[in-house]
């Protein structure tokens, strides 16, 4: 069974950057899409950045192009979400998902198929 445990939410000030991580145990194949979902308060959830583990490829939704960057740490089944330029838009509950031998696209377009953490929550506020 997949487990994803996030961390590093938190509040912070617009402008200010922040960490999430996520790391995954428990797949047994090393063909996955792993990236970052968020849903704020009343809307449902979207998708946020993923990479692909095959060739490293990445997606980006345009709401987060140039401030956020998606990385791996292969060596210790970690993604990381750094995000930078943080607006009070970007408030919301952020969840990590794991999806086996599917493509990003996929992994966007269809989330009911995903393995999910439980989530952070990411509040930006002056």
């Known amino acids: 069974e997949v487990k994803l445990a996030e961390s590093g939410g938190g509040l912070v000030q617009p402008g200010e950057s922040l960490t999430l991580s996520c790391t995954a145990s428990g797949f047994t194949f090393n063909d996955y899409v792993i990236g970052w979902f968020r849903q704020a308060p009343g809307k449902e959830r979207e998708g946020v950045a993923c990479i692909s583990k095959s060739d490293g490829s990445t997606d980006y939704k345009d709401f987060v192009k140039d401030r956020f960057t998606i990385s791996t740490d292969n060596a210790k089944n970690t993604v990381y979400l750094r995000m930078n330029s943080l607006k009070p838009e970007d408030t919301a509950v952020y969840y990590c998902?794991?999806?086996?031998?599917?493509?990003?696209?996929?992994?966007?377009?269809?989330?009911?198929?995903?393995?999910w953490g439980q989530g952070t929550q990411v509040t930006v506020s002056s």
């Open positions: 998902a794991f999806a086996y031998g599917r493509s990003r696209v996929l992994f966007f377009a269809t989330p009911e198929s995903n393995h």
